[in-house]
């Protein structure tokens, strides 16, 4: 089996839909979901990212990390220069430095302190989060109390909740209705972009009895919804399943609850050293997937991994 791979590198983004997503290794079948690698979004924030790492002279930044994969901040940082920070007052030494707004986004005040401290912002933030922060803005415009279906701790959630003025509420799950004012008879429902549909759905028609008027926009990105039905297609058919992505990120653990609520035991690592082959020792088909975030290197790095240890055979590139 042969193959192309960057060491630590970038795989130039190809509509994420992988040639070749069937392998055989000694009695295991493994297969690759069809969509994997960098989402179109992570992809653009990333070129982005390094093409002006390389036509910077001053230092660079990403706020927060720019995507929630481990190995690509690191390879960032190590192989351009690019660092990230987490706040304004870290950026001590403005003059000549670009700060680069991570895939999330971020509250519209915080640019306006980076820019007001004299470094140049560049703003990689997903097209897809901007539209959830546009609809959020139109609706608190409109006078609707605006319900973000999604984590709250999640930075994509922060930033939107920030072009609603702080002034909506944020809905987890079903427990968290409770938490919408009473007297707010007209919501808006926007929704973070990596949620199960179905479980919006369940809060969404929750919503519907509590209020006069209910509007909702759907912001599910189409990216998270092709991956959740490929984690349905690829769970149905292995019985063991390795979720390859950030532990932080959002749509990679979404894709582990989706593997195991239709019966295949799932592993979620940031690595293919962290593959637990006892888990695997009775496997006869073994499923692979990856977040949005996750490079395509690494997905090919975690095959060759299970081909190894199944036939016996190191695999050369």
Known sequence: MTGTRTTMGHNKYTGDLRAVTHYRAGNVEINIAKHSGYCWGVDRAYEQTVATAKSKDGPVFTFGPLIHNPQTI???????GVDYINSV???TKPEGA???IRTHGVPPEMQEQFKAKGAEVIDATCPYVRVTQNYAQLLHKQKYHVVIIGDPKHPEVISILAYAKG???VIQSMDDLHRIPK???RLGIVVQSTL???KVNEIVNALLARAQEVRVFNTICYVTTERQEDAETIAKYNDHVIVIGGHASSNTKKLAIVAESYGAKAQLVESPEDID???????????ILAGASTPNWLIDKARDALIAHFSGQPVTA
Do not use: H
């Open 74 to 80: 690191e390879s960032l940082k190590n192989e351009f």
């Open 89 to 91: 007052e870290e950026l």
């Open 98 to 100: 670009t700060v680069i």
């Open 167 to 169: 002034e909506g509420t």
């Open 183 to 185: 007297n707010k008879r």
């Open 196 to 198: 199960i549909l179905k």
């Open 277 to 287: 082959f006892d888990e695997l020792k009775d496997a006869k088909r073994i499923g």
